[in-house]
């Protein structure tokens, strides 16, 4: 078994702790995604759930959601229209899925959703409007509609696992150190016996 010195014991700390969080940091760039929470709703419709981008904009400050989870007027969401298509119902008006975080937060394609009970949406921004805002497509085919809403979506940040792990190794790691010096000073009242194991 080895023993250090506390000064080495937490230098070495300090550079597996380094050295562990550059590791994460670099899991977090490969990962490449961010997780929105993102709601809409108007009188007698309410659309919530969760989407997964990229993680860079584009010029615009755009980000490409590659994934929807959520509901809409409790009709579990089934998947996003892909990017460049339009929703069964709004031919020939695309999607392209961008989200950004600041307002407009939606450009005039918007993105789009299936649901399980066969019906489609398309939440846009409808800038060509005077004045401009937050419109739904609603497809239930053969029936359409098109209406106001109120739209937000919110860039929610986690922890990823590795920095939970960081913490805790940081924190045995401490703890040991802590136990060991006080086991090498021994008890401060040498008529009393050691009562602590390390």
Known sequence: ?????????????WLTLMSVA???????QASASLIWDWNYSR???V??????????????????????????????ITGLQPTGTPIPGNE??????????NGPQLTHNGFG???????????FFADFLSPARYLEFFSAPPFTSELPIS????????????????????LAMLSRSRCRKRCAQ???DRTQPRTWSC
């Open 22 to 28: 550059a590791g994460s940091a670099t899991v977090e």
């Open 1 to 13: 078994m080895f023993a250090f010195s506390p000064l080495v014991l937490r230098r070495l700390i």
């Open 186 to 188: 021994g008890p401060t």
């Open 43 to 45: 009188a007698g419709v």
């Open 92 to 101: 020939p008006f695309a999607v392209d899925n961008l989200v950004s975080r």
């Open 47 to 76: 659309a919530s759930g969760t989407f997964t981008t990229n993680d860079t904009p584009d010029g615009g400050g755009f980000y490409l959601i590659t994934d929807i989870t959520g509901t809409r007027n409790g009709e579990t």
């Open 113 to 123: 959703y299936a649901t399980t009970g066969g019906n489609f949406a398309n939440p």
């Open 151 to 170: 739209f937000s979506a919110t860039l929610t940040t986690v922890p990823e696992p590795e920095t939970y792990a960081l913490l805790l190794v940081g």
